[in-house]
Structures are given as structure tokens and as C-alpha cells.
């Protein structure tokens, strides 16, 4: 049973657009949500994270979205530009738990030119 | 300078063979983990290891067994070979106890088995 649940699983965009990923989750005890970018051939890399005690947190272009009461929180990708092409990953984790994460299935966005 | 790295970064070989994965890390974390990312991109934890002592083992074939014989180290070793087993394997470190926290990972070994 998957404990994340993301979608869309792929994502066209158009340079300068906005691109929104949506993760969902059902166990309450979560308290730290990351989201992951991966180029090929790379491993996941550590994007922007958010706790559930506050609703947004944005770093330049990036934005997290969070509904508690929802147990939804998303990506939003200001101004995309081609170098944002990746595959993205939502996770969650409980703290004190050793970090372990659970990871969505990953959107793959493609920003065209 | 790689935080965290890994070796071979691919690997082919033939159903029935028993091979190694080893993976470093220099940032100082006290956590290891593997993690598998099959072919449809889903990440799926196996093991973690907290200061040497295995502290995660997910529903994994016991034909894999993790080794880490430091906290800078964890090796994954993976006998009789199966076609199935052919994804990509991660590892990534992280340091438990920190405020905000988050994994740093290798670059992947894209294990294939024929």
C-alpha cells in the first residue's frame, strides 16, 4: 500500500508557465514533507521540505502548498524553464523514526521551450 | 569531494551470480540507507543502518544483505541473482536528529540481470 500518493505521473509545460504536482497522504503521524527533483542518470536531490505546522513555504521559484486538515500538499514551480525537466518526488517521514521516507510514484515534468 | 558515492555505477550480469554494491559517505552522517527505484521511477526503501546497526529491513528477499562496517560505509550484497532484481539501487545518508533533515544520495548503480 502506497503511503504517499502523487499525481499527475507526467507533466507538459510551457517555459515561463506554472507546473503544480499534488501529493496526498493518509497517516497523521507525518511531520516533514520534502520534495526530491532527479535528473537522468542522477539520484534524487533535496529540493525545498515543508512541516505541518505552517502552509506554504517558497524558495525562489518553488513553493510548497500544504493542507493539513486536506492531507494534501503540492509543488508549485514559478516561471518553468527548461532546465526544470525532471522527474519529481514527494515524500513524508515521522520524525524519531530514523528518517524514513516514504516516497509518491514521481512526476516527470517536461518543460518545452 | 562526492558526499556520497557509489560503485560500480553499472553493473551487468547473469541470473544466478552473486555481486556487490558499496557506497561511501564524507558528510559526517550517522544513517545509511538502500533504496530501489524500479523501472516505472518508484523509490522503495530496503535497509538502513544508524551508526553501524541495522535499524530498517523492509520486505526484502534475504538474498540481499546489507553490511556496514562503519557509519561511513554500507555495502549491499546480492546473491543467486534474479531477472527481477534489475533496477536501480540507491544509497543515501542522512543524519538523524537534526531539525529539518532530508537524504543525500548517490548517483545510483543500475544493476542489470539477464
Known amino acids: 500500500q502506497q503511503q504517499v500518493k502523487q499525481s499527475p505521473q507526467s507533466l507538459i509545460v510551457q517555459k515561463g508557465g506554472i507546473s503544480i504536482i499534488n501529493c496526498a497522504y493518509e497517516n497523521t503521524a507525518f511531520d516533514y514533507f520534502p520534495w526530491y527533483q532527479q535528473f537522468p542518470g542522477k539520484g534524487p536531490a533535496l529540493l525545498i521540505a515543508?512541516?505541518?505546522?505552517?502552509s506554504e513555504k517558497k524558495e525562489g521559484r518553488f513553493t510548497i502548498s500544504f493542507n493539513k486538515s486536506a492531507k494534501q500538499f503540492s509543488l508549485h514551480i514559478m516561471d518553468s524553464q527548461p532546465g526544470d525537466s525532471a522527474t519529481y518526488f514527494c515524500a513524508a517521514s515521522i520524525r524519531n523514526n530514523f528518517n524514513k521516507f516514504y516516497f509518491g510514484s514521481g512526476t516527470k515534468l517536461n518543460v518545452k521551450p | 569531494d562526492t558526499a556520497v558515492s557509489q560503485t560500480p555505477k553499472y553493473l551487468v550480469t547473469q541470473m544466478g551470480n552473486d555481486k556487490s554494491i558499496k557506497c561511501e559517505q564524507n558528510?559526517?552522517?550517522?544513517?545509511m540507507y538502500w533504496y530501489k527505484q524500479d523501472s516505472k521511477k518508484f523509490l522503495k526503501i530496503m535497509f538502513s543502518?544508524?551508526?553501524?546497526?541495522?535499524?530498517i529491513n523492509e520486505t526484502v528477499p534475504n538474498r540481499f544483505s546489507p553490511k556496514s562496517p562503519d557509519k561511513a560505509h554500507l555495502n549491499l550484497h546480492i546473491n543467486s541473482l534474479e531477472l527481477g532484481d534489475s533496477a536501480v539501487y540507491f544509497c543515501a545518508s542522512s543524519q538523524v536528529g537534526r531539525t529539518t533533515y532530508g537524504y543525500t544520495f548517490g548517483s545510483g548503480t543500475r544493476l542489470t540481470v539477464v
Open positions: 543502518y544508524n551508526n553501524k546497526e541495522l535499524i
Open positions: 515543508i512541516r505541518p505546522d505552517v
Open positions: 558528510l559526517g552522517h550517522d544513517t
